[in-house]
């Protein structure tokens, strides 16, 4: 435990759901690997989706692309903040020290934002947009900046154990 850290992340640590995570032999590794599958899950389907608002896959509707693809992109996200939060809670007041953590955790805000300005902005321009017809700028500028944000936040998370 870290004092250092603000009281609160000090007492999510101390918590006896933290104690819990800490003491079990598999909650952690459970923890752990859920984690990544729900990052394999979110970031194929954000990938599928970013790319077709890019301009790939132009042979499909992207009102049909980005409808199946909201779906594991809705799962993935519920598996990364289920198992992030077991994982954080474990080492809470060492872990929202760490730098990495911090952009990691501004980099999430950032793409929840602008997954947001899109669904609020671009996405009506989007919808009903037959295959084969370019997508506006603001799409492929949404969809490029998104995977550019997300492999940055998985670049960040891997990272965090060794600083």
Same mark, same amino acid.
């Given at each position: 435990?870290?004092?250092?850290?603000?009281?609160?992340?000090?007492?999510?640590?101390? @918590?006896?759901?933290?104690?819990?995570?800490?003491?079990?032999?598999?909650?952690?590794?459970i923890?752990? =690997?859920?984690?990544?599958?729900?990052?394999?899950?979110f970031? $194929?389907?954000?990938?599928?989706?970013?790319? &077709?608002?890019?301009?790939?896959?132009?042979?499909?509707?992207?009102?049909?692309?980005? &409808?199946?693809?909201?779906?594991?992109?809705?799962?993935?996200?519920?598996?990364?903040?289920?198992s $992030?939060? =077991?994982?954080f809670?474990?080492?809470? @007041?060492?872990?929202? #020290?760490?730098?990495?953590?911090?952009?990691?955790? $501004?980099?999430?805000? #950032?793409?929840? /934002?602008?997954?947001? @300005?899109?669904? /609020?902005?671009?996405?009506?321009?989007?919808?009903?947009?037959?295959?084969?017809?370019p997508?506006? &700028?603001?799409? &492929?500028?949404?969809?490029?900046? @998104?995977?550019?944000?997300? /492999?940055? =936040?998985?670049?960040? $998370?891997?990272?965090?154990?060794?600083?």
């Amino acid at each position: 435990m870290t004092d250092a850290a603000p009281a609160i992340f000090v007492a999510i640590e101390g @918590s006896a759901f933290a104690a819990m995570i800490r003491q079990s032999p598999f909650a952690y590794m459970i923890a752990n =690997v859920a984690h990544i599958l729900s990052l394999m899950v979110f970031f $194929g389907a954000v990938a599928v989706m970013d790319l &077709r608002l890019a301009g790939a896959f132009a042979a499909t509707s992207p009102d049909y692309v980005l &409808r199946k693809a909201r779906i594991f992109i809705g799962l993935g996200f519920l598996g990364l903040l289920a198992s $992030g939060i =077991v994982l954080f809670s474990a080492e809470a @007041s060492h872990v929202v #020290l760490n730098p990495l953590f911090q952009i990691k955790a $501004g980099l999430i805000g #950032l793409g929840i /934002l602008n997954a947001a @300005s899109f669904e /609020l902005f671009v996405r009506p321009k989007v919808k009903g947009i037959a295959p084969l017809t370019p997508l506006p &700028r603001a799409a &492929r500028f949404a969809g490029i900046a @998104s995977i550019a944000i997300w /492999l940055t =936040v998985a670049a960040c $998370g891997r990272l965090i154990a060794y600083f």
